[in-house]
């Protein structure tokens, strides 16, 4: 597992997972608040993150065992074709510049509170708000807050077919994201 930090300054995340009794009737299996952390030894303000589920492939087994919770699943290599969903806190940028990656998914995203933008490697940026929603499609992006209070988000990510790109072929494969990829 790498050495994942918590950040208790972060607000926690509450996750609650439901599942099923021996006898087939709908339960609670977990109820519980998570610390973000931090994934990388990084800047005085780094991201945090926050696993809330990770399955170990797709189509998902809804009987999947609690492996599938723990804090070592950010680690992108492990179960490389399950899903992912996490809570992201992402600082104010103040003078940090945002980590451009490419991921080989499909990401769906929700803005919990506060702004952030969208980097897109040629420059293009969408600066987004509380209740946005964007649809990342395998491109090399990064994330930053131009505001004055953390930026909290809500990522789904699901495996996806390498890019190619149409006039040369080329396969445009993920890039190293620090503590998530390496």
């Not at 087939?24 to 608040?33: I, P, Q, R, S, V």
């Not at 809570?87 to 940028?93: E, K, R, T």
């Amino acid at each position: 597992m790498a050495n994942y930090r918590p950040l208790p300054h972060l607000s926690p995340v509450r996750r609650v997972i439901t599942g099923h009794d021996n006898s087939g009737t709908a339960n609670f299996d977990l109820d519980e608040k998570l610390t973000p952390v931090a994934v990388a030894a990084s800047a005085d303000a780094p991201m945090g993150f926050t696993l809330i589920h990770r399955t170990t492939e797709f189509p998902v087994d809804n009987q999947g065992g609690s492996d599938e919770f723990g804090p070592e699943n950010l680690q992108r290599s492990r179960f490389p074709r399950g899903i992912v969903c996490e809570v992201v806190d992402v600082p104010p940028a103040g003078t940090s510049q945002p980590h451009f990656h490419r991921n080989v998914s499909l990401d769906y995203g929700v803005i919990m509170e506060g702004t952030l933008d969208l980097i897109l490697d040629g420059g293009a940026k969408r600066t987004l708000h509380t209740g946005d929603v964007y649809v990342q499609r395998g491109t090399i992006h990064g994330w930053s807050n131009p505001g004055d209070k953390v930026c909290r988000f809500m990522t789904v990510i699901v495996p996806a077919q390498i890019v190619v790109v149409q006039s040369t072929g080329e396969a445009l494969g993920s890039t190293k994201l620090p503590g998530l990829t390496d």
